[in-house]
C-alpha cells in the first residue's frame, strides 16, 4: 500500500532548509542595516565639517583665537595655535600693506547634539589692520 503526503523525515528536512535560509536572510538584513548606519553617520559628519568650514571662513584667528559657537544643532569649538607669528603684509605693488597677517592651525571640535561628531585641524591666516589707508584724492 503507497502512502500519500509527506512523511516525518521530510517535513525535517523542509523545516531545517526554510530555518537556514531564514537565518542567512536575516543576517544579509541586519548587515545592510550595519553598513547604512555607518553610512549615514559618515554623511552626518560630512555634512557638519562642511557646514563648520563655511562658518571657520567668518572667524579670523589673530582676533579671536579661541571660542566656542552654537549655530542649530552644532556646536562648535575651537583653539588657534600661530605656525607663524603675525609680521607686515607685503602688497601686490612689493610695498608695506597696511595688515599684519600670521598663519595658524586651529583645532576644531563639532558636537552634534553633545556628541563629538568631528574633530579636525584646520590651517587659516589671521589678518588685522594696522595702519590707516591714506586718500591722497
Same mark, same amino acid.
Given at each position: 500500500?503507497?502512502q500519500?503526503?509527506?512523511?516525518?523525515?521530510?517535513?525535517? &528536512?523542509?523545516?531545517?532548509?526554510?530555518?537556514?535560509?531564514?537565518?542567512?536572510?536575516?543576517?544579509?538584513?541586519?548587515?545592510?542595516?550595519?553598513?547604512?548606519?555607518?553610512?549615514?553617520?559618515?554623511?552626518?559628519?560630512?555634512?557638519?565639517?562642511?557646514?563648520?568650514?563655511?562658518?571657520?571662513?567668518?572667524?579670523?584667528?589673530?582676533?579671536?583665537?579661541?571660542?566656542?559657537?552654537?549655530?542649530?544643532?552644532?556646536?562648535?569649538?575651537?583653539n588657534?595655535?600661530?605656525?607663524?607669528?603675525?609680521?607686515?603684509?607685503?602688497?601686490?605693488?612689493?610695498?608695506?600693506?597696511?595688515?599684519?597677517?600670521?598663519?595658524?592651525?586651529?583645532?576644531?571640535?563639532?558636537?552634534?547634539?553633545? &556628541?563629538?561628531?568631528?574633530?579636525?585641524?584646520?590651517?587659516?591666516?589671521?589678518?588685522?589692520?594696522?595702519?590707516?589707508?591714506?586718500?591722497?584724492?
Open positions: 500500500m503507497k500519500k503526503g509527506f512523511t516525518l523525515l521530510e517535513a525535517i &528536512v523542509a523545516l531545517v532548509l526554510v530555518a537556514t535560509v531564514g537565518i542567512a536572510l536575516l543576517d544579509w538584513v541586519n548587515t545592510n542595516l550595519i553598513s547604512l548606519q555607518r553610512v549615514q553617520a559618515a554623511q552626518q559628519r560630512n555634512d557638519a565639517i562642511r557646514n563648520v568650514l563655511a562658518f571657520m571662513d567668518t572667524v579670523n584667528p589673530l582676533e579671536k583665537p579661541q571660542g566656542e559657537e552654537t549655530i542649530g544643532i552644532y556646536k562648535i569649538s575651537w588657534a595655535t600661530a605656525i607663524e607669528l603675525p609680521k607686515d603684509g607685503v602688497s601686490t605693488t612689493g610695498g608695506m600693506s597696511i595688515f599684519q597677517i600670521g598663519l595658524y592651525d586651529t583645532k576644531i571640535e563639532v558636537h552634534v547634539n553633545d &556628541v563629538l561628531t568631528a574633530r579636525f585641524t584646520l590651517r587659516q591666516v589671521g589678518f588685522e589692520q594696522v595702519l590707516k589707508f591714506e586718500d591722497d584724492f
